[in-house]
Every structure is written in C-alpha cells, then in structure tokens.
C-alpha cells in the first residue's frame, strides 16, 4: 500500500508538472532543491578544486578525483546532516504529513530532557552483536550501512529522555520502544512519526518473527523515498 501511495505521487507530480520524468530525474532535481535550504555544499569542492592545480597550471587528475571524493563525503556527512536543513524537512513533514500543528512550538519550547533530537533508527554506533546481524538485514558490508544511516528514512525526531533510554539498540528493540512511547499513559511521545514507526516497524517485527530481516531495511528505503517526495512538493526547485 505504501509503495501504491508513493507511485501515486509521483504521477501526481508528473500531471502537475505536465512533463515527463524519470526516477533519476527527480532523485536529481530533489537533491540540487535541498542545496537550496542553506549554505551551498559546492564550496567543499571548490576549496579542494583549488588545490587539484600544480603551480604550472597542469590539471591533476588524481587530485581532481580525490576532491571529488572528498566533495561527496562532505555532502552525505556534513550538509545533508545539518541541523537547519534536517530539522526543517522533518518539522514540516511532522506537521503537514502527521497533522502535528504544535510541532514548531515542541521545538522551540522544549528543554532539558524534553528537548527533542535527531533519532537513527538504525544506530550510528553499533555493537559487536549488530554487526553480526548486518547481512541479515540486508546490508553487504559496514560501509553501506554507514550510508545508510544517514538517509532521511533512517530518521526521526524523539525526546532527548526516551533517545537516551534506547541508546544505540537494535532496530527490533526500537519497534517496541517507539510503540510503548506512544501508548504510556504517564509519559508519552509529543512526536506522531514515531507513533507510526512503531506501528509498523512492529508489524514488520511480526512477519520476521522478531529476526532480523532485511524487511527492515526495504521499509526505511521506501520511507525515504516517501520523505523525498514530500520535500520536493513541499520545498519545489526554483
């Protein structure tokens, strides 16, 4: 169903839009849209570009490709992970998609332990046991799931005491303490995505019966997928 919605989405930009594109279009359109939101992480490159020429003025190949390299990096760890550009997206996502109308005041109001964060879903630090499960959920190495945590549909908001209470657990765990945060009678989550990951990283959890499993993975992929679309509608390229 998910997928459905999604796919109807992106043909509903194609009639608005009333041209034709493809996948890698609009993966395209929506990362150069995102530059938009803050400062340009062309700069990265440029800077290291400069150093990509000897004193004679004879193009460098390999240190072209090095800064390149480096320019990358610096996109997917530095810029994309911005605070600005994060906490934007997922406010208004939170907001429009979720009808949390008092998400900007959670924000701003919040303090101390109800301050809210950044939570990965998949963790940025990972034991020794997680690693070990690593092909289970569908990841070839420790470097692609080290990409991997950083895509939009590996994150969410969450208070910094319930954040702090899970740490860096496993994705299985996760799913029952994001479900028990939003039906805690005495102390419950102001955030609605995390009521919807525990609604359905749980019932993801059933079908693997409580494995690891690369469903897992496939979930936040199309959640991230999801999350781009609505920040190209949301914030459209100029």
């Given at each position: 169903?998910?997928?459905?919605?999604?796919?109807?989405?992106?043909?509903?930009?194609?009639?608005?839009?009333?041209?034709?594109?493809?996948?890698?279009?609009?993966?395209?359109?929506?990362?150069?849209?995102?530059?938009?939101?803050?400062?340009?992480?062309?700069?990265?490159?440029?800077?290291?570009?400069?150093?990509?020429?000897?004193?004679?003025?004879?193009?460098?190949?390999?240190?072209?490709?090095?800064?390149?390299?480096?320019?990358?990096?610096?996109?997917?760890?530095?810029?994309?992970?911005?605070?600005?550009?994060?906490?934007?997206?997922?406010?208004?996502?939170?907001?429009?998609?979720?009808?949390?109308?008092?998400?900007?005041?959670?924000?701003?109001?919040?303090?101390?332990?109800?301050?809210?964060?950044?939570?990965?879903?998949?963790?940025?630090?990972?034991?020794?046991?997680?690693?070990?499960?690593?092909?289970?959920?569908?990841?070839?190495?420790?470097?692609?799931?080290?990409?991997?945590?950083?895509?939009?549909?590996?994150?969410?908001?969450?208070?910094?005491?319930?954040?702090?209470?899970i740490g860096n657990d496993d994705i299985l765990?996760?799913?029952?303490?994001?479900?028990?945060?939003?039906?805690?009678?005495?102390?419950?989550?102001?955030?609605?995505?995390?009521?919807?990951?525990?609604?359905?990283?749980?019932?993801?959890?059933?079908?693997?019966?409580?494995?690891?499993?690369?469903?897992?993975?496939?979930?936040?992929?199309?959640?991230?997928?999801?999350?781009?679309?609505?920040?190209?509608?949301?914030?459209?390229?100029?």
């Open positions: 169903k998910k997928l459905k919605k999604i796919k109807d989405d992106i043909k509903t930009i194609h009639q608005n839009d009333n041209i034709n594109i493809s996948i890698l279009d609009f993966i395209e359109i929506f990362e150069l849209s995102i530059w938009r939101t803050g400062k340009e992480p062309i700069k990265y490159f440029k800077n290291s570009w400069i150093n990509s020429f000897s004193n004679d003025s004879k193009l460098d190949l390999q240190g072209i490709i090095s800064s390149f390299g480096q320019f990358i990096e610096n996109y997917r760890c530095n810029y994309l992970v911005e605070d600005r550009n994060f906490k934007h997206i997922f406010t208004e996502y939170e907001r429009l998609n979720h009808q949390n109308n008092h998400i900007w005041e959670i924000l701003e109001k919040r303090k101390g332990n109800n301050r809210i964060e950044e939570e990965h879903i998949f963790a940025k630090d990972i034991n020794d046991t997680a690693i070990n499960n690593l092909e289970k959920y569908g990841f070839k190495n420790l470097d692609e799931y080290y990409d991997f945590i950083y895509i939009y549909g590996n994150r969410t908001f969450l208070e910094k005491r319930f954040n702090a209470s765990n996760k799913a029952s303490y994001y479900k028990n945060f939003c039906e805690n009678n005495t102390d419950k989550t102001e955030i609605k995505d995390i009521c919807k990951l525990g609604k359905e990283l749980n019932e993801i959890a059933q079908y693997s019966n409580s494995q690891p499993n690369p469903a897992f993975k496939y979930y936040l992929e199309i959640r991230d997928l999801e999350i781009k679309i609505f920040a190209y509608k949301r914030f459209p390229p100029i």
